[in-house]
């Protein structure tokens, strides 16, 4: 079992900053992938970044130059830095957890963008 907590989550105005963060604790596999989503009202949950243990990145072409996606392995937590927020970046932030035998998701944590 992976348990995931996120924080950093909040309101803050468009063109402003926030990072996210997403812990894991419980049984971490030496192969994974963590990541971002997000879901807004009405809609689907859509990828943000994705994150290999090795460090490979991948983004949304919506977010990227924006968002930066980082892990410190160490503490098995996984960050989100987003830039330049824009109020349809607001959302419910996922934190994701995914191994050979695993997949667990956080809770989520609210994103709003709006002055």
């Known amino acids: 079992q992976v348990h995931l907590v996120e924080s950093g989550g909040g309101l803050v105005q468009p063109g402003g900053s926030l990072r996210l963060s997403c812990a894991a604790s419980g049984v971490i596999g030496s192969i994974n992938v963590m990541g971002w989503y997000r879901q807004a009202p009405g809609k689907q949950r859509d990828l943000v970044a994705t994150?290999?243990?090795?460090?490979?990145?991948n983004y949304a072409d919506s977010v990227k130059g924006r968002f930066t996606i980082s892990r410190d392995s160490a503490r098995n937590t996984v960050y989100l830095q987003m830039s330049s927020l824009k109020p349809e970046d607001t959302a419910v932030y996922y934190c994701n957890y995914v191994s050979l035998i695993r997949d667990s998701w956080g809770q989520g944590t609210q994103v709003t963008v709006s002055s």
């Open positions: 994150i290999t243990a090795g460090g490979s990145t």
